[in-house]
Each structure stands twice: as structure tokens, then as C-alpha cells.
């Protein structure tokens, strides 16, 4: 694809909450149109198509069908990324889904092979990878800043989305599978390491729902790492953003702390000066997405693959499986 062509795009459902500002992001960028919107609800999908300046269309197979459309962003229930992804696929359309990527390891690695089978690129939607504050971490991380990390502290709370989150055969499960996937993927990155053995307790103790609210996660790295991560949906339905990414790297030297929505990162040293402030520039899903148009207009391999989608996803469900068991499981990424 020339690089001054235009990518066109669809995207299927508008039924995450995402999907806003990926659109927002898309509207941005030059050289790209947002071109048709399907989604079956049509109340919904005939006001976003008009805020956005697209065509809707309540069937994604019209979209599909369409010669004029180069790549499709995915944002729909959980349980339909697959059955989303593959028709894309077949149709030829590049595809930015969603996280988390599937609702099973079989429906993953189903969605990956299927883009593989028919050449197209899919990428999973982990926008926090490409928070500034994130970037920075990994760099001082990688840096030797604080020497050799010996314990990572992360959590990620965030607030009870409702409608079809909590509905266990659309979403998957609750707070477990809607939030750990965003920070196993960071460490997996930063660290260039695998999860290799979860324990988890997990429960429903905020909100009257049928799916879990609470999770609190011990694993450990393949390089040796151990890692503790809350990912409860614990704050109220009036927090201001949809989560709250930090982590905490304990190193030999000193500490890193990075808040993934706040645009600063900070190091507190016992070498050197005992505090620094950092200011860094706020990202995240416009970054993202321009990733994935880079990729799909120069014909490069996604930043963020089907296979780390899997991989998060892989842990988020040896999660449940801990805490069912009441036992530590062991991560198989072979």
C-alpha cells in the first residue's frame, strides 16, 4: 500500500467502551478515514456514525464486503471477537480487536491463526504499552536505573463497567479478565519475560453481579521475578477514567513508579538524588492506533500481536483456574 493512500476504515461494534476514543483517534490522523461503522444495536450505532462522520450499516458482513475497506477495528462483546475477527480475515481486512483478545484459548488462537491463514495482520488493543509514562519505565528499567529489579508491585483498579462486562458468557468473566490482560502485557514487554506460575483470589464482594469484582494475583516472571497485581473493578462509577495502571519496579539501587494515566514517572534513589520528578507527555490509544495504520499502510508486522494478546489472555485464565483450585498454576506458553 502506497504511503499516501488512504486507509479506509470499519469498525465492527461500538459495544466497548473504547471504541470512542479509537474513533476519535482515527478522525485525527491524516491520510485516514473512518468509513463505515456496523453495529446491530441501531440507536447506538446510527449516533456514533453521525458523530464520527460515517456510514452505518447494521450487518458487519456490508462492511466486509466492501472492496474500499483496508483494515476493521474490533469492538465488540468478548465472546464475538472471534467470530469478528476470522470473517474479517477471510474477507481480507486487516483487524485491530479488542481486548481481551478472546474469551478462550482455543477462540485466541483460532483468531490468530485464521488472520496467519489468510495474510492479513492482527493486532491486540493495548493501548497502555504506549503510555509515555510506561515507555519511560521501560527504558529506565532496561537502563539499569535502579540495577537488577527484584520485585514489581502493579495494580490496576478500576471502576464496574456494567451492561454486557457483567454477563459471564459476553465478557468471560469480571474484573480478572477485563484488567489484568492491560498489565501482564506491559511486563511481558518491559521485562521481555513470560508469566510462568499465577495464585490468585479472586471473589465478588462490591457489586451485585454475577461475575468476579475483586482479584488479587502473585506471580512470578521467568526471569525470576515476583509480581503482585490488584485488578478489582474498586473504585466508583464516578472515578474519572476507566482505570488506573501503576506499577512499582524495587531494584537494587532504588524504586521506578510509573502511573500509566498521570504524565510523570518517578525515581527515588539511595544513591545519588533521593527524589526525581520526571514529566513525560500523556499517550495511549491514539499512539496505538496510528501503530496499527503505520502497519497496515507500510506493510509492517503490529507492535502488539495476536500472540500477546493470547499470552495476557493465557494468564488472566490460569487466574480463575488458581483461584478455584486455591493453588498456584503454572503458566504454559509453549
Not at 470512542?20 to 490522523?29: D, F, Q, V
Not at 493495548?126 to 528499567?141: G, K, W, Y
Not at 464496574?160 to 489484568?180: E, M
Not at 487466574?319 to 483450585?325: G, L, P
Request: aromatic share 6%.
Amino acid at each position: 500500500m502506497e504511503a499516501q493512500k488512504t486507509v479506509r476504515v470499519a469498525m465492527l461494534s461500538f459495544a466497548h467502551l473504547h471504541a470512542n476514543g479509537y474513533a476519535s483517534a482515527l478522525g485525527s490522523m491524516p491520510g485516514v478515514e473512518l468509513a463505515v461503522i456496523a453495529d446491530e444495536d441501531a440507536e447506538r450505532g446510527k449516533a456514533v456514525a453521525e458523530q464520527f462522520g460515517a456510514e452505518w450499516v447494521a450487518d458487519y458482513h456490508d462492511a466486509l464486503s466492501r472492496d474500499d475497506i483496508d483494515c476493521v477495528v474490533i469492538c465488540s462483546e468478548n465472546a464475538r471477537h472471534k467470530e469478528l475477527t476470522i470473517a474479517a480475515a477471510e474477507a481480507g481486512k486487516h483487524v485491530l480487536c479488542e481486548k481481551p483478545l478472546a474469551t478462550t484459548v482455543e477462540d485466541a488462537q483460532a483468531m490468530i491463526d485464521a488472520c496467519r491463514q489468510h495474510g492479513v495482520k492482527l493486532q491486540t488493543a493495548f493501548p497502555v504499552r504506549f503510555n509515555a509514562s510506561i515507555v519511560a519505565l521501560r527504558d529506565a528499567v532496561r537502563d539499569g536505573m535502579i540495577g537488577h529489579p527484584l520485585v514489581i508491585s502493579a495494580r490496576n483498579p478500576g471502576t464496574c463497567p456494567g451492561s454486557w462486562f457483567v454477563d459471564p458468557a459476553l465478557s468471560g468473566g469480571g474484573a480478572v479478565i477485563d484488567h489484568t490482560v492491560h498489565v501482564v502485557d506491559v511486563l511481558r514487554w518491559i521485562f521481555d519475560a513470560e508469566v510462568t506460575e499465577v495464585y490468585a483470589e479472586i471473589d465478588t464482594r462490591m457489586h451485585d453481579i454475577p461475575v468476579d469484582d475483586t482479584g488479587l494475583l502473585m506471580m512470578k516472571l521467568s526471569n525470576g521475578i515476583p509480581v503482585s497485581l490488584d485488578t478489582s473493578w474498586s473504585r466508583p462509577a464516578n472515578w474519572p477514567i476507566w482505570g488506573g495502571v501503576t506499577i512499582d519496579v524495587i531494584g537494587e539501587t532504588g524504586v521506578l513508579f510509573a502511573d500509566a494515566f498521570n504524565n510523570t514517572y518517578e525515581i527515588a534513589e539511595d544513591q545519588g538524588p533521593s527524589y526525581t520528578w520526571q514529566s513525560v507527555e500523556t499517550s495511549g490509544d491514539p499512539e496505538m492506533v496510528a501503530a496499527f495504520i503505520d502497519a497496515v499502510r507500510n506493510d509492517t508486522d503490529p507492535l502488539v500481536t495476536g500472540e500477546d494478546g493470547l499470552r495476557s489472555l493465557q494468564v488472566a485464565l490460569c487466574a480463575y483456574e488458581s483461584a478455584e483450585q486455591k493453588a498456584p498454576v503454572q503458566v504454559v506458553t509453549a
